[in-house]
């Protein structure tokens, strides 16, 4: 239930946010756009108006003629006309009423060293733009309209920083209210598991209290161990759902203890030796020392239990299990990798839900009830980890990253 949340959570917030981000986004572009191309239009403009038969260089400061553009005002822009004559620069001429600290000297200096041509660039750090056109510098000082963009897109990041917050309170509303059927579906059936295995288990142990005590002769004796075998199945399915039951329900992480990590699987993987020295199979211990985990330590154990257990009857004879534990700055990662039957494809996600099993593993004398994996995954989630399995190569690993 809880990976659903999470899932409809994400899928609600991701569609919620790329909304909002493709509306800033396409706000801010249209914005940059028309800046840009306001600049570009008064630097061809201008060159326009200098490629004119009618234009000419005033040759004295109080000269006035509506012929040539030195009286030409622009608005909203710091426009300057630099008119070069060898190569040097010999009159700037202002066409902004408002003129700023910007130094066209050096400006126009740097300009004459480039080729000729329009150069605008980014408005948002460009100081400047310019329009080399035969001896005529056409400058912008674009410094106003840099801050003018980063003020409207750092506006623009703020309303979004505050729209997002809006938007995961939205989600986990929505979330809540979407999946509210099938939580309280879910609730109902894991109650009723728990209070069915309840029930059951006060009768089961008068049967196998009772079959223990039961005298066999040659006639019966097939039946009593019927009857001890199959209550002894029962008992742990019944074991296995309380359990699962258990760990659905969460667990409060103040009963969460420091533990070391590295010697509990390493017990475990001791524990497991015998058994895989039955079934013809090694186990490979590679893990790194004292690696401390917030953890409780019985469902460490019964993890790691399970995924060996799973390990060992799946390898093949005379092969190998590798357990390989190592520790990171932000998480502690744990692998389990046999040599045995590959997990199908498809099936990666599917064998961790209850009651699972594959075609192959449908032996009903092999005690195995499709439960194991799920409890292992709920024992992940529950310590703020993941878990996932794969096959290739021939090699089938678990893999549990555990953040710290």
Do not use: W
Not at 21 to 39: G, L, P
Not at 172 to 186: D, G, N, V, W
Request: charged share 30%; aromatic share 8%.
């Amino acid at each position: 239930m809880k990976e659903l949340n999470r899932k409809v959570f994400n899928t609600i917030f991701i569609i919620l946010s790329a909304f909002i981000f493709i509306i800033v986004f396409i706000y801010n572009v249209e914005i940059y756009r028309r800046e840009y191309s306001a600049v570009q239009r008064n630097l061809s403009f201008m060159e326009e108006r200098i490629s004119k038969p009618d234009y000419r260089i005033p040759i004295l400061d109080d000269e006035q003629d509506d012929k040539n553009f030195e009286n030409m005002m622009i608005m909203d822009y710091e426009v300057y006309t630099v008119i070069l004559s060898n190569g040097e620069i010999e009159r700037i001429i202002s066409h902004s009423s408002n003129t700023s600290n910007f130094d066209v000297q050096s400006v126009a200096e740097k300009i004459v060293t480039k080729k000729q041509g329009m150069r605008i660039g980014s408005l948002y750090n460009n100081k400047y733009s310019y329009n080399y056109y035969l001896d005529t510098i056409i400058i912008i000082n674009t410094k106003n309209i840099n801050n003018r963009l980063m003020l409207i897109l750092i506006k623009s990041l703020i309303i979004l920083l505050i729209v997002e917050i809006l938007v995961y309170y939205v989600s986990k509303m929505l979330t809540k209210r979407i999946t509210k059927p099938a939580q309280e579906s879910y609730e109902k059936q894991r109650d009723f598991i728990a209070d069915a295995s309840h029930e059951l288990k006060t009768p089961l142990a008068v049967i196998i209290a009772s079959s223990d005590e039961l005298k066999s002769d040659k006639k019966n004796a097939k039946y009593v161990d019927n009857i001890k075998y199959e209550s002894e199945r029962m008992n742990n399915l019944i074991k296995s759902l309380l359990d699962l039951s258990k760990l659905e329900n969460g667990v409060s992480i103040a009963n969460y203890k420091e533990e070391n990590i590295s010697k509990i699987i390493e017990r475990i993987c001791l524990t497991f030796e015998a058994i895989a020295y039955e079934n013809n199979v090694n186990i490979d211990i590679n893990i790194e020392k004292d690696i401390k985990l917030k953890c409780s330590k019985e469902e460490i154990e019964k993890l790691i239990s399970i995924l060996l257990d799973n390990a060992i009857k799946h390898s093949y004879k005379d092969s190998s299990i590798s357990v390989n534990l190592n520790n990171d700055k932000n998480s502690i990662n744990l692998e389990i990798v046999n040599s045995g039957d590959p997990i199908k494809v498809g099936d990666e996600e599917k064998i961790f839900e209850r009651f699972y099993r594959s075609d192959k593993s449908r032996k009903r004398d092999s005690n195995r009830y499709g439960l194991g994996l799920a409890i292992a995954k709920n024992i992940v989630i529950n310590h703020n980890g993941t878990i996932k399995a794969f096959s290739k190569d021939g090699l089938t690993t678990f893999k549990i990253n555990l953040k710290k």
